[in-house]
């Protein structure tokens, strides 16, 4: 798919965020979008996923392309397991049962896949609901700081989960951290 983005503008009573943002965004590519807190990331996603509205300008390419996302905050559902969580947004199927623990074993200890997610640490529920976002059928997915919580060699498990997930899919991560762009072999957005 091709994502293109023409002078997106919005304020938020009378404080302008977002000033005539153009992007033009291709599947394949894993794109960082980069920038101070409060420079219009998360604005620039929810505008993206059609939970607010623009000031002016225009959005080409999402039409019948299905997007999924990993917000700020994780969204789970508690009191659920981890598994039950990455299957119920799973299309169903036999198997889905096998495969979201066969994912979610790639980045969490196996005795945590089968208690509720209020009893997991902040970095466990992260990588759930990472593996929740790639567990649905997408064409772009958004990840709006998805590696917070993780140590080191966790962020470097959960991106090679992410590359492998998402290969001919169009990525948008926000991230604070430079050194996410290269570990991604991401392409840097600066907002
Ligand atoms: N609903 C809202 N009403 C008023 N102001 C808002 C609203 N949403 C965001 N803002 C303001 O817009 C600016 C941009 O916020 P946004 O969350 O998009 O930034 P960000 O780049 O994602 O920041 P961070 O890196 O801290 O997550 C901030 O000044 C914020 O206070």
Redesign the pocket.
Known sequence: MELIISKLS?S??E?P??NDVSLHLVSGNIYC?M????????????ILLGL?DADSGEINGLKKKRISAVF?ENRLCEAFTPAENVTMVMPPSAGNHKKAVEALGRLLPAESLNRPVSTLSGGMKRRVAIIRALSVPFDMVIM??PFTGLDENTKQLVISYIKEACKNKLVLI?T?QEEDVQLLNGIKIH?
């Open positions: 919005k938020f009573h404080l965020v977002l979008l920038g101070p807190s409060g420079s219009g990331k998360t604005t620039l996603f929810r607010l700020q709006d700081e926000s604070h907002l």
